[in-house]
């Protein structure tokens, strides 16, 4: 003989709404720390050339953007094909301030540089760079 009683509606609504809530501050708080973590570069290359030989450099008053110190380079394995985006964090030391620059060649054999964090001091937040056949766009929410 079974004893136990089916979920009620009003049960089923009150632990939904409760899962709901719980989901929505975990979205908030996650939101909210974005900013402060290590910092990410998102490549979308919308031109009809791939790119590759990407690399990421700290420019400080103590190193030189010429300089091969240890952390203050970091290349990125792959390239962006022409219409994908990648997004990938740098692993950049950096001591006191800086810039960060991001250098690639197209397949055409164009190089480029971009400053896509002009001023940083944790290495945070996100910098989006938008790669056209015209222009290449830096949007900075670096920290």
């Known amino acids: 003989m079974n004893t136990r009683r089916p979920f009620s509606k009003r049960k089923i609504i009150i632990l939904s709404t409760v899962i709901l809530f719980i989901g929505l501050v975990i979205s908030m708080v996650y939101q909210a720390l974005d900013p402060f973590r290590h910092l990410r570069i998102t490549i979308h290359n919308q031109s009809d050339y791939d790119l590759s030989s990407i690399t990421a450099r700290v420019n400080s008053g103590v190193d030189s953007f010429n300089t091969n110190k240890e952390g203050?380079?970091?290349?990125?394995?792959?390239?962006?094909?022409?219409?994908?985006?990648?997004?990938?964090?740098?692993?950049?030391?950096?001591?006191?301030?800086?810039?960060?620059?991001?250098?690639?060649?197209?397949?055409?054999?164009?190089?480029?540089?971009?400053?896509?964090?002009?001023?940083?001091?944790?290495?945070?937040?996100?910098?989006?760079?938008?790669?056209?056949?015209?222009?290449?766009?830096?949007?900075?929410?670096?920290?």
Do not use: W
């Not at 022409?82 to 740098?90: H, R």
């Not at 950096?94 to 055409?108: A, K, N, P, Q, V």
């Open 72 to 143: 203050t380079i970091y290349t990125l394995k792959k390239g962006v094909p022409s219409g994908e985006q990648v997004k990938f964090a740098p692993q950049l030391r950096l001591s006191g301030e800086g810039s960060i620059h991001l250098e690639f060649t197209d397949s055409r054999g164009e190089t480029y540089n971009k400053t896509v964090c002009g001023y940083t001091e944790y290495l945070s937040g996100n910098s989006y760079v938008t790669v056209t056949n015209e222009t290449i766009t830096v949007k900075e929410e670096c920290m």
